[in-house]
């Protein structure tokens, strides 16, 4: 992968042109040619002007309790290799929110900075007043930014104008939460790996009741899952499977439909009714929380999970306690359930550049985040320096984690980072055979991984009327899994909320939302 190879090529380089010159200074001791004028070579030719390092000032978050110093190796490093003087002002993540809120008010915004949330109504107005740059038009001259980010993150960024004002902070899209089934247990019972939710259910039912573990006991949860307030948590995965739907809307025949409206969900809810009844879900999945859904897994008491691959070492070493011979590929990610399985948004946050910035000075900055974001310049805050913060061994970097977090590398990521797409699924201390398996399995569920459309798409009567509305929907759906109120109650809700003029009006807006940002496709 990118971010793992070695950084030693760019320095031998280096090393190789300073040698050469030294070379060919020395041969020329003893010549009795005259120096060239200046700013000409010896040929007569006018040699090209070094670039003055870009000044620019930046503020980014602080996840950490003190900051890099301006003096800091990494930081010094990365200047040094992105030809910049960084000027970073550093704020604390208790309080970003707040004090980004008050800068962009201000007007007097940093040349680089970053936006946590792309979608709060305060950069929306900032972006409205012309307050921030469209980088879209300029990313293809800059290879890495157009390579390392997923088309996922630069569409859905995209503002309801259709617009990208600011660079995405890149994070892997493929792979996100899903199904993880022990894999041992399907063996103990001869089942395979479901495919359908019909597949799904008789692997429930048997985990239920035949005894997975073999332990000779009947105490074994099927699906250890939860809801949340306003919305169906893990079971969500079980209704997502039958409406293919990531998210809470769906594009049906060019309209954005809230999902409640689908029959797909009405079929989810019987489905799901019946499982509480059979004891396929816990008894008290309303009152659990995602942690505790979690310590029924590592217990060895569940079968089933919602989570991603890259999180098997949290389940393996608390498994390894009650099971000794559970074996890590026994941590299985099923590929997709009716084929569908859910992508993530790729991004977290962006890095926008005001419109007080002149068109020249963005395009260097564009520059630096792109450099910045290349294999060997990335390296530095993500392994240090080779005897100082990283050994060697066997041509695998073995990081001191104190020293490197002692000199604030991790933080250099809050202003540019690049994503191992792989990052949700593997690990660089995973056996070999495991992270094999979790990149096929990867590479199968990407061909029909479905992202969240309505990210970031603005509705002024979603923000006003959806909260409400979800936890009514939410309060609902529980209601009638846990039998306290019949299918037919769904049938009534949904017929009235069709005709609520909220509900009409949101649709509405999402779906011109949706035809702009996206061009009217």
């Not at 980014?60 to 992105?82: H, Q, R």
């Not at 995602?290 to 989570?307: E, N």
């Not at 959806?466 to 009514?472: D, H, V």
Request: glycine share 6%.
């Amino acid at each position: 992968m990118n971010a793992r190879r070695n950084t030693k090529t760019a320095a031998a380089s280096i090393a190789a042109i300073l040698a050469l010159s030294a070379v060919l200074a020395g041969c020329s001791g003893g010549a009795k040619e005259s120096a060239p004028a200046a700013g000409k070579a010896a040929d007569g030719k006018m040699e090209a002007k070094t670039e003055a390092p870009l000044e620019v000032s930046i503020m980014t978050i602080l996840l950490t309790p003190s900051p890099a110093a301006d003096d800091n190796p990494i930081k010094k490093a990365i200047e040094k290799a992105t030809n910049s003087k960084m000027k970073i002002q550093w704020v604390s993540g208790n309080n970003y929110a707040d004090k980004l809120n008050v800068t962009l008010a201000s007007g007097d915004i940093p040349e680089l900075i970053l936006i946590n949330d792309p979608f709060t109504s305060v950069f929306r107005n900032s972006v409205t007043q012309g307050a921030f740059w469209d980088v879209a038009p300029f990313i293809k001259d800059y290879p890495n930014l157009s390579s390392k980010i997923s088309k996922t993150a630069w569409d859905l960024t995209k503002m309801q104008d259709g617009k990208n004002y600011g660079i995405p902070r890149p994070r892997p899209s493929e792979a996100d939460n899903f199904f993880i089934v022990r894999k041992d247990w399907l063996d103990n019972l001869g089942l395979k790996v479901p495919t359908t939710t019909d597949e799904l259910y008789d692997v429930m039912k048997a985990f239920a009741e035949k005894d997975p573990d073999k332990n000779g006991k009947n105490d074994t949860v099927p699906f250890a899952a939860n809801v949340n307030p306003t919305d169906m948590g893990a079971l969500g995965q079980i209704e997502n499977s039958f409406t293919g739907v990531n998210g809470r809307w769906k594009l049906l025949d060019g309209k954005f439909v809230h999902t409640s409206f689908l029959p797909e969900t009405r079929k989810s809810l019987e489905y799901l009714t019946k499982a509480y009844k059979e004891k396929l879900i816990p008894e008290d999945f309303a009152a659990l929380k995602l942690t505790q859904t979690g310590d029924l897994f590592k217990a060895g008491k569940a079968g089933i999970i919602s989570d991603k691959a890259g999180t098997m070492v949290d389940y393996y070493d608390k498994l390894k306690v009650v099971q000794p011979d559970f074996k890590q590929e026994n941590f299985y990610p099923i590929t997709s359930i009716n084929g569908y399985n859910p992508k993530g948004p790729g991004f977290s946050g962006m890095m926008s550049i005001p419109k007080s910035v002149p068109e020249a000075k963005m395009k260097r900055i564009l520059k630096l985040m792109d450099t910045w974001m290349s294999d060997d310049v990335f390296a530095i805050q993500q392994y240090g320096f080779e005897g100082t913060h990283h050994t060697v061994k066997d041509g695998v970097k073995v990081i001191n984690t104190e020293k490197l977090a002692a000199d604030n590398g991790a933080d250099f990521n809050q202003i540019a980072y690049v994503a191992d797409p792989y990052a949700s699924s593997t690990k660089v201390f995973f056996p070999k055979e495991v992270n094999a398996l979790y990149t096929k399995i990867q590479d199968e569920r990407a061909k029909n991984s479905v992202a969240d459309i309505s990210t970031g798409l603005f509705s002024p009567t979603v923000q006003k009327a959806l909260p409400e509305y979800e936890k009514k929907v939410q309060d609902l759906k529980t209601k009638i899994i846990l039998g306290r109120e019949p299918i037919t109650a769904w049938d009534e809700f949904v017929t009235k909320m069709k005709a609520d003029a909220d509900m009409v009006k949101m649709s509405q807006e999402m779906t011109e939302a949706y035809q702009k940002r996206s061009g009217g496709k």
